[in-house]
């Protein structure tokens, strides 16, 4: 099982950029699919990018395309999620997910199976 641990969350005008990071230990990333997810107050977790580890096939929301951009570093075994030009419905929790499969993509929470703790972004107006 790989443990992941998110950092690079705060607080940001709107407008501005943050890049998060997605360390992982117990296993290297290379069978695996990352994905970025997030989840504000009230409302349900939802997906924001994905990339398949080994091929580097990248997938976004619609609501971030353009804005955000994942990427990774074999030799850190870290991914990243950057994140420019903010909006204030930007603001939640960020999380990043594994899945020991990257023969294709996926862009549901349920395709998941390792988690961080999450790590939160607050975008003000």
């Known amino acids: 099982q790989v443990q992941l641990v998110e950092s690079g969350g705060g607080l940001v005008q709107a407008g501005g950029s943050l890049r998060l990071s997605c360390a992982a230990s117990?296993?290297?990333?290379?069978?695996?699919?990352i994905g970025w997810f997030r989840q504000a107050p009230g409302k349900e977790r939802e997906f924001v990018a994905t990339?398949?580890?080994?091929?580097?096939?990248?997938y976004y929301a619609g609501s971030v395309k353009g804005r955000f951009t994942i990427s990774g570093d074999n030799a850190k075994n870290t991914v990243y999620l950057q994140m420019n030009s903010l909006k204030p419905e930007d603001t939640a929790v960020y999380y990043c997910?594994?899945?020991?499969?990257?023969?294709?993509?996926?862009?549901?929470?349920?395709?998941?199976?390792?988690w961080g703790q999450g790590t939160q972004v607050t975008v003000s107006s």
């Open positions: 990339i398949s580890w080994s091929g580097g096939s990248t």
């Open positions: 997910a594994a899945r020991r499969d990257n023969s294709r993509l996926y862009a549901s929470p349920i395709n998941f199976s390792s």
């Open positions: 117990g296993r290297t990333f290379s069978s695996y699919a």
